[in-house]
C-alpha cells in the first residue's frame, strides 16, 4: 500500500503565504506525476498544480504566478508554495501521486492524502 500524508495547511490572513507538503511512504517503485487538488465547500475537486517526474509544472489560472509546486524525489515529496492568498483560495487541499508498486507491473496507481485545511481571512 501507498501512503500520502499532507502538512502545512493553516489559517492565514490575506495576502499571506503558506507551504504544503505531502510524502508519499509505501510500496513504491517510482512515482510519475505529482500534484495538489482542492475542494471548497459546495465545488467539485479542481486541480491546482501538477509536477512531473522530470520536473515540468503546469498550474491551474487562478494560481499562476502565486503559487509554485516543486518536488523532492529522493524523498517521495511534494511541496506547493502559497503566495498572495486570497479568500478564494480556502478549501481543503489534497495531494495526488501516481504510483508504480511493482517492477514487474508497469501500470501507474493513483492514491491519495487525507488533505489538509487551508483557510485565508480577509
Known amino acids: 500500500q501507498v501512503q500520502l500524508v499532507e502538512s502545512g495547511g493553516g489559517l492565514v490572513q490575506a495576502g499571506g503565504s503558506l507551504r504544503l507538503s505531502c510524502a508519499a511512504s509505501?510500496?513504491?517503485?517510482?512515482?510519475?506525476?505529482m500534484g495538489w487538488y482542492r475542494q471548497a465547500p459546495g465545488k467539485q475537486r479542481e486541480l491546482v498544480a501538477v509536477?512531473?517526474?522530470?520536473?515540468?509544472?503546469s498550474y491551474a489560472d487562478p494560481v499562476k504566478g502565486r503559487f509554485t509546486i516543486s518536488r523532492d524525489n529522493a524523498k517521495n515529496t511534494v511541496y506547493l508554495q502559497m503566495n498572495s492568498l486570497k479568500p478564494e483560495d480556502t478549501a481543503v487541499y489534497y495531494c495526488?501521486?501516481?504510483?508504480?508498486?511493482?517492477?514487474?507491473?508497469?501500470?501507474?496507481?493513483?492514491?491519495w492524502g487525507q488533505g489538509t485545511q487551508v483557510t485565508v481571512s480577509s
Open positions: 495526488n501521486a501516481e504510483v508504480i508498486r511493482s517492477p514487474l507491473n508497469p501500470n501507474t496507481y493513483r492514491f
Open positions: 509505501g510500496s513504491i517503485v517510482r512515482i510519475n506525476a
Open positions: 509536477i512531473t517526474n522530470g520536473g515540468s509544472t
